[in-house]
């Protein structure tokens, strides 16, 4: 099946300071990516939508400005979280799907693990 | 909007059946997936329904009435591997929505 990686797979940063993470898609071009955050015991909840070489579309409630996405390839999604801060600690997933057809399955990456001290 | 709504947590036993619900409300419904999530790691993908009935796969089946806005996992011979947390994902115009997920813990 499609593979998709992510880096870092854990990260440990100070308040105020900024963090890209890297979402790839290695055997497969990605017409959309997908951006979720997973606080514990809780379910993944979409933070944005990326299209390759458009603007990300954000769910309501998310700060594009302060949660920078760009899509700059088929194969490459980066989610850059400024200015982060303790309640920003989270486990951040991409996921990639091929297509455009909403039922086409989505490929998960193994997250993002996210720290703010 | 979307409403997805699943127990938060089930017990079961090695090698029982269990049944996991999900109930949802949304608009634009172009389907419903179920994950599977261990801890700490990415969801990976166990099915997807599009129309009405029963889609067997292996050990697990899913079952879609749309006009009752209502999904179930069902697991058979459950393995203690197969503790996770279950997902019920509902797709609509052009994105994934995830529900609250089910905590499996299967006991020997």
């Known amino acids: 099946g499609a593979v998709v990686s992510q880096h870092p797979s854990w990260v440990i940063c100070k308040s105020g300071t900024s963090v890209k993470i890297e979402c790839r898609s290695l055997d497969f071009q990605a017409t959309t990516m997908f951006w979720y955050r997973q606080f514990p015991k809780q379910s993944l909840m979409l933070m944005a939508t990326s299209n390759e070489g458009s603007k990300a579309t954000y769910e309501q409630g998310v700060e594009k400005d302060k949660f920078l996405i760009n899509h700059a390839s088929l194969t490459l999604s980066t989610l850059t979280v400024t200015s982060a801060h303790p309640e920003d600690s989270s486990f951040y997933i991409c996921s990639a799907r091929v297509g455009q057809g909403v039922g086409n399955e989505q490929f998960f990456g193994p997250g993002t693990r996210l720290t703010v001290l | 909007g979307q409403n997805i709504d699943q127990p938060t947590e089930m017990t079961a036993t090695e090698g029982a059946i269990v049944q996991i619900n999900c109930t949802y409300q949304?608009?634009?419904?172009?389907?419903l997936f179920w994950y599977q999530q261990h801890a700490g790691e990415a969801p990976t993908f166990l099915s997807y329904?599009?129309?009405?009935g029963l889609e067997e796969k292996g050990r697990f089946s899913s079952f879609l009435s749309r006009s009752k806005g209502y999904s179930y996992l069902l697991l058979k011979e459950l393995q203690m591997k197969d503790s996770a947390s279950y997902l019920c994902a509902v797709t609509g115009f052009q994105k994934l929505v995830f529900g609250t997920g089910t905590r499996l813990l299967v006991s020997p």
């Open positions: 949304t608009s634009g419904f172009n389907g």
């Open positions: 329904n599009v129309l009405d």
